[in-house]
């Protein structure tokens, strides 16, 4: 769609394209669930459209609630609102979060057995 902010992540973007979807299948409605469907899709777009990543990936509205005072190190954490917008459209979107292990990363080594001297 014209004039939408580019999509970020893969879980955005599965959001987005199912909403896509649920906007082209309401042509095929009655008149009042037609407009209900419009409603509830164009709804869910303005409360998604405040969750936007800022220069880091995060939403600025769900990893801004941090004191700026702490000095952790923020996770990969998923927007909030973008996974439960993508839980509840539901199974048939595609598995967005899934991803494969990455094996540049470093794994941690499990504990050498011990030793006993006898």
């Given amino acids: ?3 939408r902010d580019p999509i970020v992540n893969p879980l955005q973007a599965s959001v987005h394209r199912k909403l896509d979807d649920i ?27 405040e969750h936007r990543p800022d220069a880091t990936g995060h939403c600025t509205v769900c990893h801004g609630r941090r004191s700026r005072f702490l000095a952790r190190r923020r996770g990969t954490l998923p927007c909030r609102a973008y996974l439960a917008a993508h839980l509840a ?3 048939d ?3 967005a979060t899934s991803k494969a ?9 499990g504990r050498p057995p011990l030793h006993v001297a006898s």
Avoid: K, Y
């Fill in 1 to 3: 769609m014209p004039g």
């Fill in 23 to 49: 906007t082209r299948s309401v042509s095929a409605g009655t008149g009042s669930s037609r407009q209900q469907n419009a409603l509830l899709v164009a709804a869910l777009r303005s409360v998604l459209s």
């Fill in 89 to 91: 459209l539901g199974p």
């Fill in 93 to 95: 979107i595609e598995e």
């Fill in 101 to 109: 292990p990455d094996p540049a990363r470093h794994h941690r080594r």
